[in-house]
């Protein structure tokens, strides 16, 4: 049996979590910022990094209360090394060094792409070889996971990724920030066909997404106000949706492999959701996706990476670190 504390400080969401063996969460907390940096339009790193440190000692506290494990019978404390915001990601390096110091446990990096990958472990049998489709705010991957070692990224997005440009749509629409939620909320009520928006039309397993966020501006400019906001939300959402499920799919067949995931913040998306939900019911591939809760930045998936990676007690030792971009400490 292994018992890791996990801490997430990557942006604006200070988590932690304690995980056993990989797939059983003990415990999971979290203090978001959303409201705090909702005014700004988006995260503002300075201000993200003041609050993870007056929050961070206080989520620690609680999620090894909640999980009735005391510091000292913990078998390693892992925390986020990267791609994030280099001050968020200080304190929770800060933190997890502290207490590994203190207790004498082994001290593990994990690499946050990956960690969101392996959100899939967390109440599940799954194991490699597996089609991941990773969606996020800044990352979007089709990424061949041979083993829980070996991984190869397969494809990705040569400009904005899904996730960023749902927030720009979500402003030009006027919805405010987190713009994802808000963009899915609104096209569960509009007509996904009452607009016809491009695709991405890049070569292999690839993407992109700018020339569909312009094609919705130029929409925008020609419409009379009120705007269809529904109507416009829709048809983007199925122009994202489409393409990431006919990408991922192609490549699971093409390659052979049996089982797809999900993983980032934009598998949270209702209507991606149901593509690959459906999908799984045909018979030939069979889908996994994260509960709602850990498709977001939590602490329960860096330590279940922490746990199926086999990390050594180094800073600088996950070699799929170095396959993603992103800051890493």
Not at 85 to 103: D, E, N, P, Q, Y
Request: proline share 4%.
């Amino acid at each position: 049996m292994s018992i890791i504390l996990g801490l997430e400080t990557s942006c604006d969401e200070t988590a932690a979590a304690v995980v056993k063996d990989g797939r059983i969460v003990l415990a999971s907390e979290l203090n978001s910022q959303t409201d705090i940096h909702a005014k700004f339009g988006g995260v503002v790193p300075e201000v993200a990094a003041r609050y993870h440190l007056e929050s961070v000692n206080e989520i620690i506290d609680l999620a090894l209360t909640n999980s009735g494990v005391r510091p000292e019978d913990l078998d390693a404390v892992a925390c986020t090394q990267g791609p994030g915001l280099i001050g968020t990601l200080l304190v929770g390096l800060s933190a997890a060094k502290a207490i590994s110091w203190v207790f004498q446990k082994p001290l593990l990096a994990v690499d946050h792409l990956y960690a969101h990958i392996c959100a899939n472990y967390i109440d599940t049998d799954l194991a490699p070889p597996f089609i991941c489709l990773l969606v996020s705010g800044g990352h979007t991957q089709t990424i061949h996971v041979k083993t829980h070692k070996d991984w190869e990224i397969l494809g990705q997005t040569l400009d904005d990724a899904a996730g960023e440009a749902y927030d720009k749509v979500a402003r030009l629409l006027g919805l405010g920030y987190p713009g994802g939620p808000m963009v899915d909320k609104m096209a569960q009520e509009g007509n996904p066909l009452a607009f016809k928006f491009p695709e991405g039309n890049v070569k292999g397993y690839d993407f992109s997404f700018s020339g569909l966020k312009t094609s919705v501006l130029r929409t925008v400019e020609k419409l009379p106000q009120p705007l269809p906001v529904n109507d416009l939300a829709a048809s983007f959402q199925d122009a994202v949706n489409r393409v990431l499920f006919k990408k991922t799919v192609q490549a699971a067949r093409e390659l052979q492999v049996g089982k797809i995931v999900l993983a980032g913040g934009v598998a949270a998306n209702k209507d991606l959701r149901r593509r690959f939900t459906e999908l799984s019911g045909e018979g030939d591939i069979s889908v996994f996706i994260p509960a709602m809760k850990y498709c977001t930045d939590n602490a329960a998936m860096v330590a279940s990476c922490a746990y199926f990676a086999g990390v050594e007690t180094s800073l600088d030792c996950m070699a799929y670190s170095r396959q993603s971009s992103g800051a890493t400490l």
